[in-house]
């Protein structure tokens, strides 16, 4: 791999090009400088080798390493930082690192999953979640207030990006997407000024740059998304 005794591992990324938990894979490898070799999934037809590595859920991202399979993409991302120490992801502080976890965990159970039910879902129901998903935003904001500054450009503090900012990313490339899709609104740059700070800056590293994903190819790929789920919900 990069150097020394990783060049005798082998690591492997099963995923789809447009999943964000994939990307945030990806990111974590890139971070840590880790060499591997992506594997693009049809989750139409998914591969033994998915159906194997995953057989609970199913999904991707997985990672393989030296052939023993590691999914869900929090939990991939602090084996990559543990098993890899440099370039550490998560707080070394026992702390800071609790915190940076209930940060993550808050963004996966009140931000992610909701922006993708505001996706399949439409009238109250997605109004309802849109709401839930405005008020987790601020409270968002209301800690990106408190944590950046012009000298702390990332969650990660004085270190750069962390586990917070690879947690977070998708924001930045998807729910732009996700909003012009489902035809709803919740991001804005007046209601949170730290939270778009960041995502310009995020945007900006040059190990996150190149790996952004082009919006068109992207909304047609969610319309599809969006116009199937309300298609199943209306024969039910």
Known sequence: MASGAM???QVKLLGIWVSPFVKRVE???????IEYEYVEEDLTNKSSLLLTSNP??????????????????????EYIDENWKQNPILPQDPHERAKARFWANFIEQKITEATRTALVT????????????????EVLEGEAAAKLNDKTLFFGGKNGLGYVDIVLGWICNWVEVIEEVGGFKVLDPQKQPHIHK???NFVEVPLIKPTLLPKEKMVVYFQMVRQAYLGLAAKK
């Open 27 to 33: 990111w974590a490898l890139k971070f840590k400088g």
């Open 198 to 200: 960041w995502m310009a």
């Open 122 to 137: 439409e009238g109250e129901q997605q109004e309802k979640v849109v709401k839930e998903l405005k008020e987790a935003m």
């Open 7 to 9: 060049q005798e591992e």
């Open 56 to 77: 609970v859920h199913q999904k991707v991202p997985v990672l393989l390493h030296n052939g023993n399979p590691i999914v869900e993409s929090l939990v991939i991302i």
